[in-house]
């Protein structure tokens, strides 16, 4: 799906699909968070079944007011006990398929929210 985001002064996410996401005219084909003030990590899963406790004390060091996790092609949640070091830090934790996902966080970032997206994009890998 291609989305057309207003003119935002922020990073938007321009498109996506089952194992892409499109972000300032490249096409990402692995996981990654995102974030509205400028960050782009991979995110070291392949799938949702890999992901760990680490991964989400990686999201807690971008000190973001929420985090949005696209959890693939359907909505899973993550293990409660993994999200412990998101509490620590009073960031908030919003759980979507991937899609909706990158529709949430170009709307928050675009309002001028300071958010992350973790995207689990599963399929090449």
């Given at each position: 799906?291609?989305?057309?985001?207003?003119?935002?002064?922020?990073?938007?996410i321009?498109?996506?699909?089952?194992?892409?996401?499109?972000?300032?005219?490249?096409?990402?084909?692995?996981?990654?968070?995102?974030?509205?003030?400028?960050?782009r990590?991979?995110?070291?899963?392949?799938?949702?079944?890999?992901?760990?406790a680490?991964h989400?004390?990686?999201?807690?060091?971008?000190?973001?007011?929420?985090?949005?996790?696209?959890?693939?092609?359907?909505?899973?949640?993550?293990?409660?006990a993994?999200?412990?070091?998101?509490?620590?830090?009073?960031?908030?934790?919003?759980t979507?398929?991937?899609?909706?996902?990158?529709?949430?966080?170009?709307?928050?970032?675009?309002?001028?929210?300071?958010?992350?997206?973790?995207?689990?994009?599963?399929?090449?890998?």
């Open positions: 799906m291609k989305l057309e985001p207003d003119n935002f002064d922020v990073q938007t321009q498109g996506y699909g089952p194992d892409w996401v499109g972000v300032q005219g490249e096409k990402i084909h692995h996981s990654v968070v995102i974030g509205s003030k400028g960050q990590v991979d995110w070291q899963c392949n799938r949702f079944e890999d992901l760990t680490a989400f004390a990686q999201l807690a060091e971008f000190d973001a007011e929420l985090v949005i996790f696209g959890s693939g092609s359907r909505l899973r949640f993550p293990q409660a993994w999200l412990q070091p998101l509490m620590a830090k009073r960031m908030g934790l919003e979507m398929d991937t899609g909706a996902a990158c529709r949430t966080y170009n709307i928050l970032a675009g309002e001028g929210r300071h958010v992350i997206v973790a995207l689990v994009l599963e399929g090449k890998g």
